[in-house]
């Protein structure tokens, strides 16, 4: 078969319509956030509880992953963005690392059914290509199968650090001037943002970090520029509705500034 064919032969498709005032009838639309980046923490302590090994805790946050992103899409949420392997995380025990590679494999396929049948546009950012070839491949699988969706962003954040991703926009700005293509003085944020490893994400309104630690751990430095914070004590596997709707709550009240003065 024609790899291409069943690209280009697809319908458009088309997201159900979200239905915030249903899911969160006490927030105001216009209060939900566009962008949301999650830190997803606690998956060990959450099965080291139960008398577990760390990595069933891991396989239990898939049930949060699912959850949450759906409910987002019925929030009317834009873009849902989750930190689900850091360039850090490669210092983890080689079985945890291997496990949780396969994990996100199996994930980029069970859950393509979810993402055509809800339009998701499925994406991600980070050194994606130095992840294993077997994980990498069905990932890329995925986001081409719903590059056309008009949906949700739903983007993990895989082999992702802030600093990276600062770095190596600074290596394409540096590549790129030597190549006489770009003047030292063209470059802005602008310039900086459309050498990021997405330049179209939105910035990020509310980061939600789960487990209770009060971190950013190089999560999206330069989109978190201006976002709002949520923690809370539930861990990853625990996560559900009530929490993303009381972190939304939470949100809704909070006085956005973005550095001016309070709106009259
Ligand atoms: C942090 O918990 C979690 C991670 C490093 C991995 C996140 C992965 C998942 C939620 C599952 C896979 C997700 C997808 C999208 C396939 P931790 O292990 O640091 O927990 P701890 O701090 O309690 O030890």
């Known amino acids: 078969m024609n790899e291409a064919g069943p690209a280009r032969n697809r319908v458009r498709r088309q997201p159900p ?49 699912r959850e949450t992103s759906r409910e987002c899409a019925k929030l009317g949420v834009k873009e849902l963005t989750l930190y689900a392997f850091s360039v850090e995380n490669w210092k983890r025990p080689r079985p945890e690392v291997e496990y949780l ?10 859950e393509r ?15 994606v290509d130095e992840l294993p070839r077997e994980t990498l491949v069905e990932l890329r699988e995925t986001e081409r199968l719903s590059a056309d969706h008009d949906g949700m962003v739903l983007r993990l954040a895989l082999n992702y650090g802030g600093r990276s991703e600062f770095a190596d926009a600074a290596k394409r700005i540096a590549r790129e001037v030597a190549a006489g293509t770009l003047r030292p003085d063209d470059i802005d944020e602008s310039a900086v943002q459309q050498r990021l490893y997405d330049p179209a994400m939105r910035d990020v309104d509310l980061v939600i970090r789960t487990a209770g630690e009060m971190r950013i751990s190089n999560f999206l430095l330069w989109q978190i520029s201006y976002a709002e914070i949520f ?10 509705k009530p929490h993303l709707h009381a972190a939304i709550r939470a949100f809704a009240t909070r006085e956005r500034r973005f550095g001016g003065l309070v709106s009259q």
Do not use: C, Q, Y
């Open 17 to 65: 319509t979200p239905t915030p005032e249903l899911s969160l009838p006490d927030v105001p639309v216009a209060k939900i956030p566009a962008s949301i980046g999650i830190i997803m923490d606690g998956n060990g302590r959450w099965a080291k509880r139960l008398g577990w090994e760390r990595i069933k805790g891991h396989t239990a946050g898939i049930d949060a992953v």
């Open 101 to 110: 590679m396969g994990l996100l494999r199996r994930f980029a396929v069970d």
């Open 113 to 127: 059914e979810e993402i055509e049948k809800n339009a998701i546009r499925f994406t991600t950012i980070g050194r």
């Open 231 to 240: 923690v809370t004590d539930a861990l990853w596997p625990e996560f559900r």
